[in-house]
């Protein structure tokens, strides 16, 4: 499993330039039984767009690149269960 999550960061490393070049970041959170958790950071998290780079981006070439990988979601946000 160590060897799929190394596979997993390294591919995650090869696309954050491209993120990052529009102002935002992903994270590796979470994998398990084939699926990639990921928390989308900076102006991904609140991008219109963020489904659009999830699928048709991270989860395309981690499919493509780690072929344990069956499906990528997105993190639940960190302040979903705070109270204001």
Same mark, same amino acid.
């Given at each position: 499993? $160590?060897?799929?999550? +190394?596979?997993?960061? %390294?591919?995650? %490393? ?5 993120? +990052? ?54 993190? $639940?946000? $960190?302040? +979903? %269960?705070?109270?204001?």
């Amino acid at each position: 499993m $160590e060897d799929v999550l +190394q596979r997993i960061e %390294n591919t995650i %490393n090869k696309i954050r330039p491209y993120i +990052q070049r529009d102002g935002g970041d992903v994270e590796l959170v979470d994998y398990k039984d084939g699926i990639v958790t990921v928390r989308m950071l900076g102006a991904c998290a609140g991008c219109l767009s963020i489904n659009d780079t999830l699928t048709d981006g991270i989860e395309a070439i981690l499919l493509d690149e780690v072929p344990e990988v069956k499906k990528v979601v997105l993190a $639940e946000p $960190e302040f +979903q %269960n705070f109270f204001f």
